[in-house]
């Protein structure tokens, strides 16, 4: 038995009798029916979510708001169909029932709803430095359930029909839209492409177009780095996809690397033992990897000394100038001569030079 049998049957002998002007018993008993089933089947989803809700992980989606929200769309929608049986809402508009395009509406406006709500409960969950990460997922979760919501609530109205002129339309706008907008769009995707890429997160120092700072805060559109002088610089996602990137911290433990120059005169194991030495009374020196001192070079002006030395990534720029200071306090303590630059000159034919008026 299809629907349209089902309709007849409301139709049909004592249900066919007039009560008051065009309504008729089997209108009301319809309508009735039908909101009868509709507040049935509100209370079951709604018991049922709020029992899922406490098992489930996906706590963002279903939770009591999920569940109250669709609770109320159903027990409207009945509504509406109630009043559509009984024939107040059985006017034509724009070629569809008044019914439809309310109930279209109603479904786009509840599922707006459902998506606003869920994309701020996650974000609201989500622990701080998780939250580049989830913003995205979020607002993604959000746009495409608000477009799916949209072709729903037109194939409701009656507009399946005109479905493929709308699409038409809406391309031909959108490449319009994309020629002019070709910026937008690519820091858009590229912000996509960093979400699974994920080179850098808020917090992170990094080194990238040319900037070097903190990351302050990452966006769809762009990523904004606060620079160590203290500055705002915002960089587009597509820009900054197509960069490199350095992140200092992505790792636990970074390498700090400085040259040392000693007089060609100077005892070079003893300069290399005793900066193993300072190294290894250093706390935030990792003994694993082990620090490595080594002769690296024999330059102009005397023996280059290269000092290798792991140290928590956090603690590199300290540790960093501290070697620095306590290398030169060191050398200078035991003796050890660090060189200025010194040249040669040397000339072809004799140099005659003119002292107090005498010729040398």
Do not use: C
Not at 13 to 25: A, H, S, W
Not at 40 to 47: G, L, S, T
Not at 131 to 148: G, H, N, R, S
Not at 256 to 269: G, R
């Amino acid at each position: 038995m299809n629907v349209t049998n089902v309709s007849t049957i409301f139709e049909q002998g004592v249900f066919g009798e007039n009560l008051f002007l065009t309504l008729t018993i089997g209108a009301v008993i319809k309508a009735v029916l039908i909101l009868l089933i509709g507040l049935v089947f509100a209370k079951i989803v709604k018991r049922y979510l709020i029992n899922l809700s406490r098992s489930t992980k996906y706590v963002w989606i279903v939770n009591e708001d999920t569940a109250s929200t669709l609770h109320n769309l159903i027990i409207i929608i009945a509504v509406v169909y109630s009043f559509d049986a009984l024939g107040i809402l059985s006017y034509e508009v724009l070629g569809t029932s008044l019914s439809n395009l309310l109930t279209a509406f109603l479904v786009f406006y509840f599922s707006y709803l459902l998506a606003k709500k869920s994309k701020d409960y996650w974000i609201m969950r989500t622990p701080q430095q998780r939250l580049p990460e989830v913003q995205l997922k979020a607002k993604l979760f959000y746009y495409i359930l608000v477009i799916l919501a949209f072709f729903i609530a037109l194939n409701i109205a009656g507009f399946t029909g005109k479905l493929t002129t709308l699409l038409a339309a809406a391309g031909i706008t959108g490449i319009v839209l994309g020629f002019a907008s070709q910026t937008v769009v690519a820091n858009f995707v590229s912000g996509i492409f960093m979400y699974f890429d994920k080179p850098l997160k808020i917090g992170d120092p990094v080194e990238v177009g040319g900037y070097s700072g903190i990351v302050h805060d990452i966006r769809i559109l762009s990523t904004r780095i606060r620079t160590w002088d203290g500055l705002l610089v915002r960089i587009p996602n597509e820009k900054l996809f197509n960069s490199d990137i350095k992140n200092l911290q992505k790792y636990p433990a970074r390498r700090v690397d400085i040259i040392v120059t000693i007089a060609y005169k100077e005892d070079i194991q003893k300069t290399i033992d005793l900066i193993k030495r300072m190294l290894d009374e250093m706390p935030y020196v990792l003994a694993e990897p082990e620090p490595a001192v080594f002769v690296d070079n024999l330059g102009d002006n005397g023996v280059h000394i290269a000092v290798r030395a792991w140290a928590p990534s956090e603690k590199w720029f300290d540790v960093r100038t501290q070697i620095l200071q306590k290398i030169k306090d060191t050398l200078e303590r035991e003796g050890i001569e660090i060189p200025f630059p010194q040249r040669v000159n040397w000339f072809a034919e004799e140099l005659r030079v003119r002292i107090e008026g005498k010729e040398i």
